[in-house]
């Protein structure tokens, strides 16, 4: 159905179940006015209890075909042709109104979904959707009724959470509860005489399925009576009439018209639950407890009274009719609860003095047999009599309801599916109690209580009444028996007084009643007992406090008895030694009767002494040997208890023939000879039933534990009231005490290896649950660690005797495991104590712990060798126990981790949660993994046939098996996250959970043996049949597993690959995020498992993102079902998680107000999609066009978060059962908030980034919808400002930290907080007090610190100070977030912010603020460290935003001023010193933030002191304050730098490296620097310079050494900056200087390139790193530069170095060879260019600071002299590329791939391509750039050749003093390549540099030539080109002319001879082999000579005229394209004057 509203309907959205677990409390429920909401529009099908979905009709039928319908809540549906026959359908099958049809489909729908399979017919089809929707149809209507329950009990308790609601709704719902009541029984009776259907009377089982449903509504209406006549309606006369004959009409329920279809166990249960409740109903509407109040019982009442049955006489009669027509036993409970109502109308009319004659004359007729004879019988009395009789079987029918009624026992509920909604409500046993008491004052008017038939019987009703139960159920008619119906009279007491004054002779009554009064429910002996509904039991604040009630009144009352019952020998009243006496007292009251005095004093058992003379009354007659006499003597009845005990221990010691190891335990003299007289317990005669004194010492150890049981104050005075004696004691020692007596026990239980049997069991399970108990009470835990630590029976596998082969061998022979249940309860108890008591062992008792660990272990190796390893194969009589062994044993587990986290150094007991550890993960063996893994992957077929048996009880069991286990596995997978690397191994669990297994347990279907856990787990997150933790449960799991496994190289797993159906898994989850009112943790832990395999696994993420692997074909039949999935369910099958999220965003205001959590975690989800968005470009393309999503996204971001909460935790409150801060609801609202915005910034910023580039520069950048709905922000200052400042604000507060840290040191040393550090991801936390530091954990860690009044304060105070700092760091980390979140999107906005108009301004204006609140930084701490970096990072974002520029306003330039001064002082601040961040003390480094920071305040600083009238002293001197400190801070960070990495290759060390190096780069030039000598100072101080070489020595500057490595960065460690680092110290003289004295010739000669130059191997390329630069060839050039470099700098000044530096030429001479002999054959690179540039560059240096002519050097000058042979060769080649560029463009080789992305886009050069043409744009911009550079090579060749001949001297110095043996240029216009430079070669040259001149200064001088291949590249322009070009043709015009002047003027012309020389010098300075080419003339005659001189003179001046000539008019041009205004001289006149006067008149 296509049309989902835009706004939704509840009454689809939220179904009656879903209702009625909101109205019982359902945690994470609806709030109260939504509740109202819920049931407002519901209230008329709540009120028809007859057709609750009404009947078909006219006016529905036709709103369902108009195709819009509107509902009762104003929704208004539109209805397709689909959804219409659909709902006919539905109608017309169940017979109900159209609407509500269309309502049930659609809610079906959204919250079920339809899965169809295989049709092949729209018949079929519809048969498939009655079959899928009638289970939840038949659901809805049981909870449409169930949903007033809840209401009627609110209704009635004012603490009910929805109490208020069921006030307000409950009155508009029923507005006359008389009218609902009838209506409800009407109906009742109506569905009991209804037959089934006609369209379903065909099928059988359908027919079956209808009848039980029917009885199942009946059954619910009951309860629905029940709870309304509960205190709703009122009891009046002909309602309870009414409800008594639909009782008695239906006997009890079981009269149905469908019996036969109700013959299997399912009908028969339903029966046997609605005459239970009819039982109570019947006995409800009596209100037995009222009319036992005789106040209230009135017969003529007022007007105005509350409506009661009994003022109504026709009522009373018609009552007492039916009850006395109705005699069966099934009626017994009605039967006498009528009998006590009449009694009380008897005594009400005898003490009235005034009652109507019709009732008088009633009760009248209640006598048997009437008149006024002495033998007159009240009928109450009779009645009485006949019920109690023992074939009506009362108590058996009693005793039955309490022990096998799903209405009293929860586990029978669960064990056989009951359909009663709340079973065992405390409702319920309050009714029996009136019953029970009403039965007791009945009897006591009747028969002494002790005398009626089947006492014992009573005994145990009452036992089963108030004991027998939850805790919960239990524990109110416990409290309210002591404190209320105690002191109403001794009727109701009667049982307590029988029992008393006959013990201790009958010990176990007493006991027994006592036990089950104190209000802790049944045992977990009792058979009735399940973990399952122990879990269920667990008892609310408010119930530990009357269970504490109840077991104070029991304690109180057994601490003083006021008798003792003794059985004495009739013989020991008489004789000379009688020790008693019979007195006779005469008549009285009670008529005449016998009482016994004692003679003698008398030392009973338990100690207390009864004096002579007191007096006893017989209990029994006195005709035999024996009798029994109860003794007036108070006594402490738990001595006596204890003397049993001890007297069971000496019994079975003696019995066992080991008293010569143990002597009488009790210690004391028992002569007979002791005076007093001395009684045991033997003496006093108590009777031993059948389960001889193994039963009394069970009995005495459960009544002791159940009144110490979480009652630590009651136990303290029980144990203390034990060990005090009594004052007139003569015994010289004292008896055993507890500890020791229950360890003895258990020994002996232990030590027999007889058959087992079910007493010792219960005994050995008693005796360890009062160990356990005992645990609890800190000054008894001692002495029962030392007790288990001395015996071996039970943790010891190879004793002889002992729990292993005793308990564990009888219980494996059984099958049934009570004692290993108790024993891993006490070994649970051992381990909570343990750690609870952490905290109260003083510092000097460390061997306490020590004595705990050992204990410990033991147990727990104990407990995996024998139990975890084996007890899946043992035999088990309920499946329920193995569920239960394994569940203890997992959450033993998980509670050690919890408590001692193994990733956590101090932590307490290491040892013991390193061995819990390594079992599951380090060393962890298949028989460990097993239990876990294999009881999930069979759990959903072990589920399944559970519920299939209807063994619910063992599912629930199997329910709380699942959450234990995947909790541990949860925090395992949680730890190895957390301790193993990027790219483990998987573990032995994770390896497991991702295999498939077998599975099934004997319910698995053979076609799947074997399952997949992983798909198991996800089936979980679905299931709504195994409860609410499970699903959560699972779902982290996921979670934490898909995180795992992520980390796992090379290939990880993947979670897609182990799900059976990916599809219909992502398909549910998707359903699940999508549904409003789903449990909301599962939502959030879904958004979180979806984000993250968005993140981390690309396939499941496509399924989320698009929804499907690919669109399915679909044919031939499966079209109908196509046509009907599109149809049907809309959208919603094609609903995804993208689309979840878009849609939801509709509403985010809503979500920001209400649910701020829900929409982080949406906002988080689009963000990892948006990250990995080239993945998922198709699927969100479309949303990334659409405004409004965009609207919405800035919107959040620009929400303002509001002012902060306070964050010092000052009080508590109670939120969803847990005690939290009251400002914890505040702050996580605010840090979620903070979150939402956080994400939606980031989401904006990283659309920018999926924004792709323009192809061309010139097309300009387009600007994303995102940014342009972000944009205004950018033009509105203030509001940007206030986005900024919010999101860098910090209220995070160290001394919250420090404050409990100080105050744990005080009065807590063994706590530390890093102990009680949450484990779990970030992820699964929630803000507010629990974020950081578990308040669990910590509460856990003082629970016996509350025991002591004087350390609550403490505790709670300790307590408010951590919650305090989770506030705080809740914030705080919610400040970071979004701080980051600006940082990235204003990196990610740099090219349109930059250019917005003003924003510069703002920008500077906003930077200066965050600097100065950064300055101000006085917090000290790891977290302010990240604050700080963080906050950095914002400041380095808003700066790079702004960027440089050289025009500044003035307030922009104070904004800057304003800036480097806070910038000054965020360098020197002490609080955050950026040592601690250069040392790596800080998990989170600033500095290289604050490097980048002062990059580029220094690089503007120097920008704006190069502006005029820009900066004055002041700002000048804020500026140079600022470049000193930095320069000293870098300094000494260089240093540690170099020093570290001499230890190692560290990346973070090459960053820092690097950034340093720019800063002081930058912080060194003159401009801003004035004076080099402080930093050069402390560089000498620092010795930073020597390191730098001495780690440039010892550094790999290849990176061969670590290849993997080096093909990521594609460059090497270190050597890079270093070579920068010595350029930048040689760039300037004063440096230079300094530098030429470290020994830089020394380390460039010795170091790991060394050999390579000097064999001539550094080539351009390097194999192993293909499409890159050799990083080598790159630090050679480098290396080039700094040796020229320094060479410049120091000139002639200091020619030591120049003649070192010459040294270093031979070691490099082959591979200045390679780089000088470059022919025009051979492929060039631009790297090869760089590298002649840089040799050249040398030999121009060392020609340049050469000594002069009359002083010179001879190794200079051989060295210049080897030089210039080389360079006229390469000269020749470079002629001839420059004048054939087309050949050279074909030479070039690219070598990175922007040098080959250049090539293909360059044109094809045209054959006719000539140099000249290489200027032109448009055409080829590569070429013209290779063009450029070898005319820049060209002019460094020349220019050095110009200074090696000493040209200049040539010029201005007398023709004696040329230096001719530099004339090499030949004076010949041949220009051959093979040879050395000519003149020719000279004259082509120039002019082809003089044709490109004389193009280019006829451009505009800023015209671009070629763009910017690379972002280190400027574009060419034509100035540029022409400055290069013009420098070549000056330096070629100088060196021609002087070069033929001297050449003519060389006294000889002897070619040979020069030739000779130069081999010779060639030979000397470098191998160089000569061309082949080269060959050696003969010697020419002298004629010869002077005939080439004259030629040669006229040639060759000529020429040179010319070009001089035609250069000066261009060269003139060109000085207007340089700008060169004023120019002095001109150089073609002097060289044509010098050309005339040296070269044309001489020769002429």
């Known amino acids: 159905m296509s049309g989902e509203p835009s706004k939704r309907s509840t009454l689809i959205d939220v179904t009656y179940q879903q209702l009625h677990s909101f109205l019982s409390g359902q945690p994470e429920g609806a709030l109260p006015e939504q509740l109202t909401q819920f049931i407002t529009s519901r209230a008329a099908q709540l009120r028809n209890v007859s057709k609750p979905y009404g009947k078909p009709n006219d006016s529905s039928r036709k709103a369902v075909e108009s195709g819009t319908v509107t509902l009762s809540d104003g929704i208004k549906l539109q209805v397709d042709e689909v959804a219409k026959e659909f709902t006919t359908v539905l109608s017309k099958h169940f017979d109900i109104d159209e609407i509500q049809a269309l309502i049930l489909l659609r809610s079906f729908l959204y919250n079920e979904g339809l899965h169809l399979n295989g049709f092949k017919s729209d018949k079929t089809l519809l048969e498939e959707l009655i079959a899928a929707i009638t289970p939840f149809y038949y659901s809805e209507r049981l909870f449409a009724l169930r949903t007033l329950i809840p209401l009627f009990r609110a209704h009635q308790n004012a603490e009910d959470p929805v109490h208020v609601t069921a006030s307000e709704n409950l009155p508009k719902i029923i507005p006359d509860g008389r009218v609902f009541a009838g209506e409800l029984i009407d109906e009742y009776l109506r569905k009991t005489s209804e037959g089934v259907p006609n369209n379903l009377s065909t099928d059988p089982r359908a027919a079956s399925r209808w009848a039980k449903q029917n009885c199942k509504e009946q059954l619910v209406m009951l309860e629905v009576i029940f709870w309304a006549m509960w205190g709703y309606i009122p009891c009046e006369g002909p309602l309870?009439?009414?409800?008594?004959?639909?009782?008695?009409?239906?006997?009890?329920?079981?009269?149905?018209?469908?019996?036969?279809?109700?013959?299997?166990?399912?009908?028969?249960?339903?029966?046997?639950?609605?005459?239970?409740?009819?039982?109570?109903?019947?006995?409800?509407?009596?209100?037995?407890?009222?009319?036992?109040?005789?106040d209230s019982v009135e017969f003529s009442p007022p007007p105005d009274h509350t409506p009661f049955y009994v003022t109504s006489l026709d009522s009373v009669k018609r009552i007492h009719t039916l009850v006395m027509a109705h005699t069966g036993s099934q009626y017994a409970c009605a039967y006498l609860a009528w009998a006590f109502v009449l009694s009380r109308l008897h005594v009400k009319a005898q003490e009235s003095m005034e009652i109507p004659d019709s009732y008088r004359s009633f009760l009248e007729s209640t006598i048997s047999p009437p008149g006024?004879?002495?033998?007159?019988?009240?009928?109450?009395?009779?009645?009485?009599?006949?019920?109690?009789?023992?074939?009506?079987?009362?108590?058996?029918?009693?005793?039955?309801?309490?022990?096998?009624?799903?209405?009293?026992?929860?586990?029978?509920?669960?064990?056989?599916?009951?359909?009663?909604?709340?079973?065992?409500?405390?409702?319920?046993?309050?009714?029996?109690?009136?019953?029970?008491?009403?039965?007791?004052?009945?009897?006591?008017?009747?028969?002494?209580?002790?005398?009626?038939?089947?006492?014992?019987?009573?005994?145990e009703v009452w036992i089963a009444l108030f004991g027998r139960s939850e805790s919960r159920s239990v524990v109110g008619i416990c409290k309210q028996f002591w404190q209320h119906d105690w002191h109403q009279g001794i009727a109701r007491r009667a049982v307590f007084d029988v029992a008393r004054s006959r013990f201790p002779i009958h010990f176990r009554s007493l006991v027994r009643l006592l036990r089950a009064l104190s209000g802790s429910g049944f045992l977990d002996t009792d058979p009735l007992s399940t973990t399952a509904s122990a879990e269920y039991s667990r008892i609310s604040d408010g119930d530990v406090a009357d269970q504490e009630i109840c077991s104070r009144h029991v304690f109180y009352y057994m601490d003083k008895l006021p008798t003792f019952s003794l059985v004495i020998p009739v013989s020991s009243c008489s004789g000379p030694n009688a020790v008693y006496e019979k007195v006779q007292y005469g008549p009285s009251a009670s008529g005449p009767g016998l009482i016994y005095k004692n003679i003698r004093a008398i030392r009973l058992p338990g100690g207390s002494i009864m004096p002579p003379r007191s007096t006893g009354r017989l209990?029994?007659?006195?005709?035999?040997?024996?009798?029994?006499?109860?003794?007036?003597?108070?006594?402490?009845?738990?001595?006596?208890?204890?003397?049993?005990?001890?007297?069971?221990v000496t019994r079975r010691r003696m019995y066992v023939g080991t008293t010569d190891l143990y002597q009488d335990v009790t210690f004391g003299r028992t002569g007979p000879g002791s005076v007093p007289l001395t009684l045991r317990l033997e003496d006093v005669g108590m009777e031993i039933d059948d389960g001889g004194d193994e039963a009394l010492a069970t009995d005495a150890l459960d009544l002791i534990r159940s009144v110490i049981q979480d009652q630590p104050g009651l136990a303290e005075e029980l144990l203390e009231a034990l060990e005090i004696s009594d004052a007139s004691s003569t015994n010289d020692s004292h008896p055993p005490d507890l500890v020791q007596l229950t360890t003895m026990i258990l020994e002996e239980a232990l030590s027999r290896s007889q058959a087992r049997n079910f007493l010792r069991t219960?005994?050995?399970?008693?005796?360890?649950?009062?160990?356990?108990?005992?645990?609890?009470?800190?000054?008894?835990?001692?002495?029962?660690?030392?007790?288990?630590?001395?015996?071996?029976?039970?943790?010891?596998?190879?004793?002889?005797?002992?729990?292993?082969?005793?308990?564990?061998?009888?219980?494996?022979?059984?099958?049934?495991?009570?004692?290993?249940?108790?024993?891993?309860?006490?070994?649970?108890?051992?381990?909570?104590?343990?750690?609870?008591?952490?905290?109260?062992?003083?510092?000097?008792?460390?061997?306490?712990?020590?004595?705990?660990?050992?204990?410990l272990l033991r147990a727990a190796n104990f407990v995996h060798g024998e139990i975890w390893v084996e007890h899946l194969g043992w035999k088990y009589v309920h499946l329920g126990d193995r569920f239960e062994i394994g569940r203890c044993i997992s959450s033993l587990y998980s509670y050690i981790l919890v408590q001692s986290p193994p990733a956590i150094g101090n932590r307490p007991y290491p040892v013991l949660s390193q061995a819990v550890i390594d079992t599951l993960v380090h060393k962890a063996a298949s028989s460990s993994i097993l239990p876990l893994v294999s009881a999930i992957a069979t759990s959903p077929q072990t589920l399944g046939g559970l519920y299939a048996s209807r063994h619910l009880g063992d599912a629930r069991r199997l329910i709380f098996l699942l959450e234990s286990h995947l909790q541990l596995i949860r925090l395992v997978l949680n730890f190895k996250q957390q301790t193993s690397l990027q790219g483990t191994k998987p573990s032995l669990l994770e390896q497991a959970l991702c295999s498939r297994i077998s599975g099934g347990a004997g319910f698995s279907d053979s076609a799947r043996a074997r399952v997949d856990p992983v798909d198991v787990l996800a089936t979980f997150v679905k299931e709504r049949n195994v409860g609410t933790v499970v699903p959560l449960e699972a779902m982290k799991v996921l979670h934490a597993l898909c995180s795992s496994l992520s980390m796992v190289a090379p290939s990880p797993p993947t979670i897609v690959g182990h799900l059976t159906n990916p599809e219909s898994t992502v398909a549910s989850l998707v359903r699940i995020v999508q549904h409003p009112y789903d449990n909301l943790p599962l939502r959030i832990s879904v958004w979180n498992f979806i984000t993250l395999a968005v993140d981390k696994e690309p396939t499941l993420a496509n399924l989320f993102v698009a929804g499907h692997f690919h669109i399915p074909i679909s044919e031939g039949k499966e079209k109908a079902l196509d046509k009907t999935r599109r149809d049907s369910k809309g959208q919603k099958e094609q609903m995804t998680a993208l689309e979840v999220a878009r849609v939801t965003l509709e509403h985010w205001k809503e979500l920001w107000e209400a649910n701020p959590q829900l929409l982080a975690s949406i906002l988080q989800f689009l963000y990892v999609v948006w990250q990995h968005g080239h993945e998922h470009k198709a699927r969100i393309d479309v949303t990334r066009q659409d405004e409004e999503f965009w609207s919405r996204i800035a919107a959040i971001a620009r929400e303002e978060l509001g002012p902060y909460p306070d964050y010092v935790a000052h009080s508590f409150l109670v939120l969803d059962d847990e005690r939290h801060s009251?400002?914890?609801?505040?702050?996580?609202?605010?840090?979620?908030?903070?979150?939402?915005?956080?994400?939606?910034?980031?989401?904006?910023?990283q659309d920018v980034f999926l924004q792709p580039r323009p192809t061309s520069s010139d097309v300009p950048l387009p600007k994303p919808l995102s940014y342009t709905k972000l944009a205004p922000i950018f033009k509105a200052e203030e509001q940007l400002?206030?986005?900024?400042?919010?999101?860098?604000?910090?209220?995070?507060?160290?001394?919250?930290?420090?404050?409990?840290?100080?105050?744990?040191?005080?009065?807590?040393?063994?706590?530390?907080?890093?102990?009680?550090?949450?484990?779990?991801?970030?992820?699964?936390?929630?803000?507010?007090?629990?974020?950081?530091?578990?308040?669990?954990?910590?509460?856990?860690?003082?629970?016996?610190?509350?025991?002591?009044?004087?350390?609550?304060?403490?505790?709670?105070?300790?307590?408010?100070?951590?919650?305090?700092?989770?506030?705080?760091?809740?914030?705080?980390?919610?400040?970071i977030a979004l701080a980051e979140a600006w940082q990235f999107l204003f990196r990610q906005l740099l090219p349109f912010i930059r250019v917005e108009p003003g924003i510069r301004s703002s920008l500077l204006t906003l930077a200066a603020t965050i600097s100065g609140d950064l300055a101000r930084e006085k917090r000290q701490g790891e977290v302010v460290a990240t604050i700080h970096g963080t906050r950095l990072g914002v400041l380095l974002s808003i700066l790079e935003a702004a960027w440089f520029t050289t025009t500044d306003a003035a307030a922009d330039v104070d904004s800057f001023i304003t800036l480097v001064s806070n910038t000054h002082m965020i360098l020197l601040n002490e609080a955050q010193p950026l040592s601690q961040s250069f040392f790596g003390k800080l998990p989170l480094p600033f500095h290289r933030t604050l490097l980048q920071i002062l990059y580029f305040v220094v690089r503007q600083s120097r920008h704006m002191a190069r502006q005029p009238k820009i900066f004055n002293a002041s700002k000048r001197l804020t500026v140079t304050e600022l470049v000193d400190a930095t320069v000293t801070v870098v300094v000494d960070a260089l240093r540690l730098t170099f020093d570290s990495a001499r230890t190692r290759l560290d990346l973070d060390l090459d960053r820092d490296m690097e950034l340093l190096v720019a800063v002081f780069e930058q912080c060194t030039r003159p401009d801003i620097c004035s004076s080099s000598l402080p930093w050069l100072t402390k560089c000498q101080e620092t010795d930073v310079i020597n390191s730098s070489l001495g780690l440039l020595v010892h550094s790999d500057m290849v990176g061969q050494s670590d290849l993997p490595l080096l093909r990521i960065r594609r460059i090497p460690l270190y050597s890079p900056h270093i070579l920068l680092f010595h350029m930048a110290l040689v760039s300037i003289p004063s440096g230079a200087e300094r530098f030429a004295s470290e020994g830089v010739i020394a380390a460039f000669s010795n170091n790991s390139l060394s050999s390579a130059i000097s064999s001539g191997q550094v080539d351009v390329v390097l194999p192993e790193l293909p499409g890159e630069r050799n990083p080598a060839?790159?630090?050679?050039?480098?290396?080039?530069?700094?040796?020229?470099?320094?060479?410049?700098?120091?000139?002639?000044?200091?020619?030591?170095?120049?003649?070192?530096?010459?040294?270093?030429?031979?070691?490099?001479?082959?591979?200045?060879?390679?780089?000088?002999?470059?022919?025009?054959?051979?492929?060039?690179?631009?790297?090869?260019?760089?590298?002649?540039?840089?040799?050249?560059?040398?030999?121009?240096?060392?020609?340049?600071s050469a000594p002069p002519l009359t002083n010179p050097d001879p190794i200079i000058t051989k060295v210049l002299r080897v030089f210039g042979t080389h360079a006229l060769v390469l000269l020749q080649q470079l002629n001839y590329a420059l004048t054939h560029p087309n050949h050279l463009a074909s030479l070039l080789e690219p070598v990175t791939a922007e040098e080959r992305a250049a090539m293909e886009k360059e044109p094809i050069a045209s054959a006719s391509l000539s140099s000249v043409d290489m200027a032109d744009l448009q055409k080829h911009p590569l070429t013209a750039r290779l063009v450029h550079r070898v005319f820049k090579l060209c002019n460094l060749v020349v220019s050095t050749l110009v200074s090696t001949s000493h040209a200049y001297d040539v010029l201005l110095g007398e023709q004696e003093d040329w230096p001719v043996h530099e004339a090499l240029i030949v004076p010949h216009s041949k220009v051959v390549l093979g040879e050395p430079a000519s003149v020719g070669t000279l004259l082509e040259l120039a002019n082809c540099s003089l044709d490109v001149l004389r193009n280019l200064v006829n451009r505009p001088a800023s015209q671009a030539i070629a763009p910017a291949t690379s972002l280190k590249e400027v574009?060419?322009?034509?100035?540029?080109?022409?400055?290069?070009?013009?420098?070549?043709?000056?330096?070629?015009?100088?060196?021609?002319?002087?070069?033929?002047?001297?050449?003519?003027?060389?006294?000889?012309?002897?070619?040979?001879?020069?030739?000779?020389?130069?081999?010779?010098?060639?030979?000397?300075?470098?191998?160089?082999?000569?061309?082949?080419?080269?060959?050696?003339?003969?010697?020419?005659?002298?004629?010869?000579?002077?005939?080439?001189?004259?030629?040669?003179?006229?040639?060759?001046?000529?020429?040179?005229?010319?070009?001089?000539?035609?250069?000066?008019?261009?060269?003139?041009?060109?000085d207007e394209v340089l700008e060169r205004k004023h120019t002095s001289g001109d150089l073609t006149q002097v060289l044509l004057r010098f050309l005339n006067e040296r070269v044309v008149a001489p020769a002429a």
């Open 240 to 294: 309870v009439v009414k409800l008594y004959e639909a009782a008695y009409d239906t006997n009890l329920g079981s009269l149905q018209r469908n019996t036969t279809s109700l013959l299997d166990d399912e009908g028969a249960q339903i029966l046997q639950d609605s005459a239970a409740l009819w039982i109570l109903i019947t006995i409800e509407v009596l209100e037995l407890e009222r009319i036992a109040e005789l």
């Open 372 to 459: 006024r004879g002495k033998d007159r019988e009240l009928t109450h009395t009779l009645m009485a009599r006949t019920v109690l009789s023992s074939d009506v079987g009362l108590f058996n029918l009693l005793l039955t309801l309490l022990t096998s009624s799903p209405v009293f026992v929860t586990a029978a509920a669960w064990r056989t599916g009951s359909t009663v909604t709340d079973p065992n409500a405390i409702a319920f046993r309050s009714v029996l109690k009136g019953e029970c008491l009403g039965l007791l004052m009945s009897m006591v008017e009747l028969v002494p209580v002790e005398l009626i038939p089947e006492f014992d019987s009573f005994v």
């Open 619 to 648: 209990l029994s007659s006195d005709g035999g040997d024996f009798v029994a006499v109860c003794w007036e003597h108070e006594n402490n009845g738990w001595k006596v208890v204890i003397d049993v005990l001890t007297e069971y």
């Open 762 to 855: 219960q005994l050995v399970t008693s005796a360890m649950s009062v160990l356990s108990a005992l645990l609890t009470l800190p000054k008894y835990s001692r002495r029962v660690w030392l007790y288990i630590r001395s015996t071996s029976v039970l943790f010891s596998s190879n004793q002889a005797h002992g729990f292993a082969s005793v308990a564990l061998a009888a219980e494996r022979v059984s099958g049934q495991y009570t004692m290993t249940l108790a024993l891993l309860h006490l070994v649970q108890k051992l381990a909570q104590e343990a750690f609870a008591s952490v905290v109260m062992i003083p510092a000097d008792s460390q061997r306490l712990s020590q004595v705990k660990e050992e204990v």
């Open 1222 to 1245: 009251g400002l914890h609801e505040a702050v996580a609202v605010q840090s979620y908030r903070g979150m939402a915005k956080s994400y939606a910034v980031r989401i904006l910023g």
């Open 1281 to 1375: 400002n206030e986005s900024i400042l919010e999101a860098v604000s910090s209220l995070y507060d160290p001394s919250l930290y420090d404050a409990v840290t100080e105050h744990l040191s005080e009065i807590f040393p063994s706590l530390s907080l890093e102990q009680i550090r949450l484990q779990d991801p970030f992820v699964e936390r929630e803000f507010g007090d629990n974020f950081v530091f578990s308040l669990k954990l910590l509460r856990s860690r003082l629970q016996l610190c509350l025991m002591d009044d004087e350390r609550v304060s403490d505790v709670e105070e300790v307590e408010k100070q951590v919650m305090s700092i989770n506030l705080n760091m809740s914030l705080t980390h919610s400040q």
């Open 1673 to 1744: 060839h790159r630090s050679y050039c480098s290396m080039l530069a700094i040796i020229s470099g320094v060479i410049s700098s120091l000139s002639r000044q200091h020619q030591y170095f120049t003649t070192a530096a010459c040294g270093i030429v031979p070691l490099y001479g082959k591979q200045i060879s390679r780089a000088l002999s470059w022919s025009i054959g051979d492929p060039i690179t631009l790297p090869l260019l760089e590298e002649m540039e840089q040799v050249i560059n040398l030999f121009y240096a060392i020609a340049e």
């Open 1915 to 2014: 574009p060419l322009n034509v100035r540029q080109a022409t400055l290069t070009v013009r420098q070549n043709l000056e330096a070629l015009l100088i060196y021609a002319v002087t070069q033929l002047a001297m050449w003519l003027s060389k006294p000889d012309f002897d070619p040979a001879a020069a030739d000779m020389e130069t081999d010779e010098q060639t030979s000397q300075a470098m191998e160089v082999r000569e061309p082949v080419t080269r060959g050696r003339a003969p010697r020419p005659s002298l004629t010869l000579a002077e005939r080439l001189r004259r030629g040669m003179t006229g040639e060759m001046a000529s020429d040179l005229q010319a070009l001089l000539t035609r250069s000066k008019p261009v060269l003139t041009k060109s």
